[in-house]
């Protein structure tokens, strides 16, 4: 056990990030103290989505209590104040994201809807018969099924870099599979079924070689490892507000100014015009041309809060905590008899899948949730994986900045409760 | 903890460690595949059916206890019974465990009452009647793979 641990403690002395407080940090969240079936909820499904702290609920309240106006549109005094308030948090988008400006950054429903206006736009600008758009065998199906759909309209070709029984990727075939048809790599930051941290640095690095732009799929890195977009030079990067503790329907499209401008509008209506006529409709400058219709503004505002809270914190100290968390629980798991973790790579965060031997992950997931331990079990968007491992599903402890060491012990013992029920 | 033994009681383990009519059937006269997506369930229904009545019936598949000790109930229950008994016993199976049965009163039904707890569990019910939509299925012949989900 003190072998696993010894790598974080370095870490953590390393970078001098201070200890979080996370007594402290669990009160900001209403939620988490309630019993569930008479026991304290222990929620570890945060890769589904996190909870929310009172200054984002908050937010999103007074917001609808004072502020709530259409934006954009409005000379009235509500209507400046929700402008103020929304612009006002693509500006914290930007700095969160360390974009150039903040016409990079396009708010959209969530990283699902993000990665489908790519591949709606910038795809069927940039993809033809016969190009190929490259993938890894463990994204996540809004990373794999909007390719797809794009591949039927236009004849592309799906490639697909495997994965390693560790769960990482074979960079080897990576390399091979780059080439000069490929048209964009889309790929994982951090993979939601197994927690691997791809070399995202390296994959940019490889395809700008040979000028293909990347696209990551941020919506597990963001609340977890700190994301700087002009270092990692990325042309696109795509995260949803909930499991970054803001609210769900608001979500967030980082694109690279230049592909942005090339790009076609992505839905026609309202706030993406500049001149509509029966003849011809001019666009607004970006990144309005891709924010059709009335935006989610309370959602958005509440996105502000949850960067605000996660700024406060500071995502190294939350990623060192959670880091130390996951460590915690990879070595406690090792303890277990009958479970296997499934998922090993040397970069890993905040993702605990595993399965138990001759139990199946939905029993796992009904008696854990008697003991209110909330997890999740089945193929977690991520079916390809599921199959690489000839495993119909797993059960998925994922990790948030609220989570306890105690927590984990919890787990460990609701695990052995399942093992118990079924006579093992 | 007590309600989870209504779930799991023992004949319910006992199945999914040793399911009965586990195997792949020859001569079968009518299979069906059934698959929930989400969980992972899949199985294939093997009936031999034979003068109107179900002569032999069988399953493979992978699923969780609460399916698979579903399934092997299901394929025990259904041997001897005629096709309109087969379809009588889904109703008032699926009409157990989902709390509707439209009215009528509750039918006894025997052994597979061990599996009646699931209707407790809300999230659990497509795995107690995925085999049983199966059946349906190969009853009524239809080509494709059926969900419960």
Redesign the interface.
């Known amino acids: 056990m003190s072998g696993v641990k010894k790598p974080v403690e370095r870490r953590l002395r390393g970078e001098a990030v201070p200890a979080l407080d996370v007594a402290r940090i669990r009160a900001d969240f209403p939620i988490l103290d309630q019993q569930v079936y008479g026991k304290p909820l222990v929620y570890l499904d945060n890769a589904a989505t996190t909870q929310k702290p009172r200054a984002v609920i908050d937010a999103v309240t007074r917001y609808y209590e004072h502020d709530n106006s259409n934006v954009h549109r409005g000379v009235h005094a509500l209507s400046q104040r929700a402008t103020e308030e929304y612009e006002g948090v693509r500006e914290k988008v930007r700095a969160f994201l360390n974009a150039r400006s903040v016409r990079e950054l396009v708010f959209v429903r969530g990283a699902t809807e993000a990665i489908n206006l790519v591949a709606a736009t910038f795809g069927r600008m940039r993809v033809r018969e016969g190009g190929e758009i490259l993938l890894t065998e463990m994204e996540h199906h809004s990373n794999i099924v909007p390719w797809q759909l794009l591949a039927e309209q236009t004849g592309a070709v799906l490639k697909v870099v495997p994965i390693t029984d560790s769960g990482e990727l074979v960079m080897e075939e990576f390399e091979r599979l780059l080439g000069p048809r490929t048209r964009l790599v889309a790929v994982a930051h951090l993979s939601n079924a197994l927690g691997t941290i791809n070399p995202v640095r390296r994959i940019i690095g490889l395809a700008h070689a040979q000028g293909v732009p990347v696209l990551l799929d941020g919506a597990q890195a963001a609340p977890h490892i700190r994301v700087d977009v002009q270092d990692l030079d990325c042309d696109f990067y795509a995260f949803s507000g909930h499991k970054l503790y803001g609210p769900t329907g608001i979500g967030v499209l980082y694109g690279k100014e230049k592909w942005l401008e090339d790009m076609p509008p992505y839905q026609g209506g309202g706030e993406m015009i500049r001149q509509v006529s029966f003849k011809r409709s001019t666009y607004s400058d970006i990144p309005a041309k891709f924010e059709a219709g009335t935006p989610n503004i309370a959602g958005a505002i509440g996105l502000g809060a949850a960067i605000d809270y996660v700024q406060a914190i500071g995502l190294d100290a939350i990623a060192a905590h959670e880091h130390s968390v996951l460590e915690y629980a990879l070595a406690a798991a090792e303890e277990v008899p009958g479970m296997r973790v499934v998922g090993c790579a040397r970069a890993k965060a905040s993702i605990l899948s595993f399965v138990l031997e001759r139990?199946?992950?939905?029993?796992i997931g009904?008696?854990l949730d008697?003991q209110g331990l909330a997890v999740r079990?089945?193929?977690h968007c991520a079916?390809p994986v599921?199959e690489h491992y000839c495993?119909?599903?797993t059960a998925r402890a994922s990790f948030a900045v609220y989570n306890t060491r105690e927590e984990v012990d919890v787990l460990m013992a609701g695990i052995r409760k399942v093992r118990e029920?079924?006579?093992q | 903890m007590n309600d989870l033994r209504d779930l799991y009681q023992e004949v319910i383990f006992d199945h999914n460690r040793n399911p009965r009519n586990c195997y792949c059937m020859k001569g079968a006269n009518r299979t069906a595949e059934g698959f929930n997506p989400l969980c992972g369930d899949r199985l294939t229904l093997y009936l031999k059916v034979e003068d109107g009545k179900i002569a032999e019936a069988s399953f493979q598949g992978s699923g969780c206890a609460i399916s698979t000790a579903s399934a092997s109930l299901m394929t025990e229950a259904l041997k001897g019974k005629s096709l309109e008994e087969a379809e009588r016993l889904f109703q008032a199976f699926h009409g157990r465990i989902t709390r509707d049965t439209g009215g009528a009163a509750p039918v006894d039904l025997g052994k597979l009452e061990v599996l009646s707890g699931v209707s407790e569990f809300p999230t659990r019910v497509k795995c107690a009647t995925l085999a049983w939509h199966t059946l349906n299925a190969a009853l009524e012949d239809k080509g494709e793979p059926v969900t419960s989900e």
């Open positions: 139990i199946h992950p939905h029993d009904t008696i008697r079990v089945g193929h079916m599921m495993l119909p599903a029920v079924f006579g």
